[in-house]
């Protein structure tokens, strides 16, 4: 092995980085080649497809990083050769998955491990492995005639190539928009320090970092909607055309793979089976979410009348007054708040949280030897034995063409090894905190610190599980929200935001009368911020149901009056910068809802026990998380539970009577 070959990714120059990958597709491709070759009984299947799994391992690990570096390094020539690595590897996938021989491998290992007993866990493991390669390799078009199915390979590659360039082109995105001096004097001062001078401006970048510090806290109202129309703008023409011709692009692949719509074909592998399904949920919340949110709405008018606005609140004032509203009726100051919430003191705080709760402790490694400064890394390893689990890292500030949201990326897949051992997996939480004034702590929001520790979850899930397989490591996807919402509700518990908090001056945790207060304006905007989920898992929907899809900017504002109170800005594309639409959630987006059935269903056995009990926490490790996706969701939660699944919680959560719910059916 070459010493490049044992280095990770990121210590690779660009040249280095792109031999790598394009050696992997080609050892890949050569190795399944010679395992697929023979006649068909050379070698039991099962043992075959066995093999199959181990060399498409290897590659996942030669690959997995050098693609994501495209979304985090600060080197351009890296960024451009992972960006290569990963339509490389895309093609490859494309051509690998839709294998006729690789399909045929499958069907036959089914054959024989369906006369097996298949009682234990690692003959459910087995039976997973098998299925999940059938399943890919039909959605894939391996069951097709050789031209049809070389027809759908060429536009799986159009495809990935669309949403690579739609992201890229939102992680390169430098827009900014130049606010008078005199109008930002009531912005947090963390946040102001950080906005560069030009003359009498100053300028504010405009993401999702800048969102809510922006519009929560300008006054004045011309420079909120120049912020808002900038934000909702994102992405361009050029993004809008790239989502357009991406639906048609899906529309054409599900019929030829014998679909209706992109939607029939994406929800025949997860849990929720048919739109139909999905439908059915989104329509019976809808009607109630948008009263709850004309209902909130209500409550802003007074505030806004005062500044002279009498017509329609817009989307640019409804934060500012909404903050308002927590300040000056509820008494609940967010820049108040945010002195408990030191970046220095969360960090370690959420950790030790996790590590009470399921059993494991966090050791930080110097120098982190990342893929840009400040990166931090931590290895984590069981509590009591001190055996390592696995490796992460927290890449939390923004800078200059980075992943611009929040969300976690495995960097390393685990797996059980020949000999029994495990690969350990490694994992970054990414996101854009606000940066640190000069000479003070970053200080983070409540909002900030509740992602945070869904993010965390996210990262648990990874190096807890215990798959045998890297094909089954993954949830499905209308499921893989759940435990990581689930973990949301700590922030809501007032012992838990005692122990996550620390006054940046005097030490103090959170005082209880402040976290009362907190806690009775934990559903104020319900309606609001539930009514947008239900209108963009609706929205997604409606692309990826209909054929030929609809032009994406005419479907938004078709549809949003139905489902949000508040008008939606005019000479605006949202569409253009929510990347779920390109980045496997299409058709997918309803997940979060979804999920979240699921999630306060499994809290409901915390809430029972302690939020910190130990044995419960052992339990959620074991029968959710260590399975992965070996098995079906509903099982691992019926076993969590001790019983089927219920929905009380979930409307209860949303502040919904379900008896009203069932009534509108």
């Known amino acids: 092995m070459a010493v490049e070959d044992s280095l990770p990714a990121w210590h690779l120059n660009g040249r280095a980085l792109a031999a790598r990958c394009r050696e992997a597709v080609s ?21 075959r497809l066995q093999a199959v799994e181990r060399a498409n391992t290897r590659f996942q690990n030669a690959i997995t990083t050098a693609r994501t570096l495209m979304l985090l390094s600060p080197d351009s020539a890296v960024r451009d050769s992972s960006t290569a690595c990963d339509k490389l590897v895309s093609s490859y996938t494309a ?22 007993p298949g009682t234990s866990s690692g003959a459910q493991a087995d039976r997973q492995l098998v299925k999940l390669y059938i399943e890919t390799g039909r959605k894939a078009g391996a069951a097709l ?24 082109t939102l992680a390169a995105d430098s827009t900014q928009v130049r606010i008078p001096l005199s109008d930002t004097v009531g912005l947090d001062p963390q946040f102001r320090s950080q906005l560069r001078r030009e003359g009498d401006s100053l300028a504010v970048p405009v993401n999702e970092s800048t969102f809510f510090p922006f519009l929560k806290h300008e006054s004045d109202r011309e420079a909120r909607q120049r912020f808002a129309w900038a934000y909702l703008n994102r992405g361009g023409a050029s993004n809008v055309a790239r989502l357009d011709t991406a639906l048609a692009v899906r529309d054409t692949i599900s019929h030829l793979l014998g679909f209706s ?19 059915d949920l989104l329509e019976r919340l809808k009607p109630l979410l948008r009263h709850k949110a004309a209902a909130e709405l209500s409550r802003l008018r007074p505030l806004a009348g005062k500044d002279g606005i009498t017509g329609n609140l817009e989307l640019w004032d409804y934060f500012y007054y909404l903050e308002r509203l927590r300040n000056r009726r509820y008494a609940l100051d967010e820049n108040l708040v945010r002195q408990y919430f030191p970046v220095d003191h969360v960090v370690p705080a959420v950790m030790d949280l996790y590590s009470r709760l399921l059993g494991v402790r966090f050791r930080e490694v110097t120098p982190a030897g990342a893929w840009a400064p400040g990166v931090r890394q931590f290895t984590v390893a069981e509590a009591g034995s001190a055996a390592p689990l696995g490796r992460l890292y927290l890449d939390l500030f923004p800078r200059p063409n980075k992943y611009d949201h929040f969300a976690d990326f495995d960097l390393l897949p685990t797996f059980r090894q020949a000999d029994g051992s495990r690969q ?18 970053a200080l983070l929001t409540h909002g900030d610190v509740l992602i945070f520790f869904h993010e965390f979850g996210h990262a648990m899930a990874t190096v807890l599980n215990q798959s045998p397989y890297f094909t089954t490591s993954a949830y499905l996807q209308d499921f893989v929200e759940a435990p990581s919402q689930m973990l949301e509700n700590w922030m809501w518990q007032p012992a838990i935001l005692r122990r996550v908090s620390h006054h940046v001056t005097t030490g103090a945790p959170l005082p209880l009368p402040l976290i009362r207060r907190m806690l009775a304006l934990k559903h104020l905007d319900d309606g609001n911020k539930w009514g947008l989920q239900v209108f963009l898992a609706l929205y997604d929907m409606r692309l990826h ?46 997940g979060y809802l979804w999920s979240k059935v699921y999630a306060q269903d499994m809290f409901t056995r915390f809430e029972k026990a302690g939020v ?54």
């Open 261 to 279: 719509n992109w939607a029939a074909y994406q929800l025949s592998t997860k849990m929720a089976k048919s739109p139909e399904r999905v439908l």
């Open 145 to 168: 005639d050789s031209a049809t199915r070389k027809t759908v390979v060429r536009l799986f590659q159009h495809h990935a190539d669309l949403e690579r360039d739609f992201n890229l």
């Open 545 to 590: 149901s209909a054929s030929p899809p609809p032009e994406p900017t005419a479907a938004w504002f078709a549809l949003w009056p139905s489902v949000m109170p508040m008008p939606y800005p005019r000479d605006t594309r949202p569409e253009a910068s929510i990347s779920h639409f390109m980045a496997g959630y299409e058709a997918g987006y309803y």
């Open 95 to 116: 051509e690998a998955a839709a294998d006729a021989r690789l399909y045929a491998l499958a069907r036959r290992a089914w054959s024989e491990i369906s006369a097996g």
């Open 612 to 665: 910190l009990d130990p044995r419960t926490g052992r339990a959620y490790r074991d029968d959710i998380l260590a399975p992965a996706g070996t098995e079906e969701p509903d099982t691992l939660v019926r076993r969590f539970l001790g019983r089927p699944l219920r929905t009380d919680a979930f409307y209860r959560e949303l502040g919904l009577n379900p008896l009203r719910i069932k009534t509108r059916s």
């Open 27 to 47: 050892n890949t491709r050569a190795a399944i080649d010679t395992l697929l070759k023979g006649p068909p009984d050379s070698a039991p299947a099962f043992a």
């Open 424 to 441: 350990l997996p490694w994992t970054a939480i990414v996101g854009n905190w606000p940066l640190a004034a000069p000479g003070h702590p």
